[in-house]
């Protein structure tokens, strides 16, 4: 939660991505995925690392493509779209597992910190990290 407020307060994001941040349930529905339950996917005994990068991935590629539908936008797939078009820019040579990294070093370092985080929705602690991580340029 914590980096969900810094991301909106350090980013001047588009209208789209800035609304969508704050409208996350600060606490995770019971279909969605908790940080918990992501911190146990990405690095707990006997998981498929693979699940974990492809979940964190998909929540980039969702976020990017939201914020384009949202403006009337269409066409390729984020990853290939002009920068400051999206809110989160990845690298492109960047491998999926130093994006896991990202998002869980964040994600235990703000547990830590903050435990009550524990039962935050996963998907909005894993925009903000990738937004604060890889801002698009303005």
């Known amino acids: ?10 980013l001047s994001l588009g209208s789209a991505v800035a609304v969508a941040i704050p409208a996350l349930p600060a606490r ?18 006997g998981t498929d690392r693979q699940a974990c990068e492809f979940y964190i991935y998909g929540v980039a ?5 939201g914020a384009n539908a949202s403006r009337g936008a269409s ?9 400051g078009e ?3 820019c990845i690298p492109d040579a960047l491998p ?13 370092a703000d ?3 903050y ?3 524990a039962t935050t929705a996963a998907v909005g602690f894993i925009v903000a990290a990738l937004v604060t991580t890889y801002p698009c340029p303005k």
Not at 96 to 108: Q, R
């Open 111 to 113: 547990i830590k910190r």
């Open 1 to 10: 939660m914590r980096y969900i407020r810094a991301a909106i307060a350090a």
């Open 61 to 65: 590629e969702g976020a990017n493509l």
């Open 96 to 108: 999926m597992s130093a994006m896991v990294d990202v998002v869980t070093s964040m994600l235990t």
């Open 75 to 83: 066409g390729p797939a984020f990853s290939q779209r002009p920068k």
């Open 86 to 88: 999206v809110p989160i």
């Open 28 to 45: 995770a529905e019971s279909h969605q995925m908790t940080v918990t339950e992501l911190r146990t996917l990405c690095g707990g005994p």
């Open 115 to 117: 435990p009550e985080d």
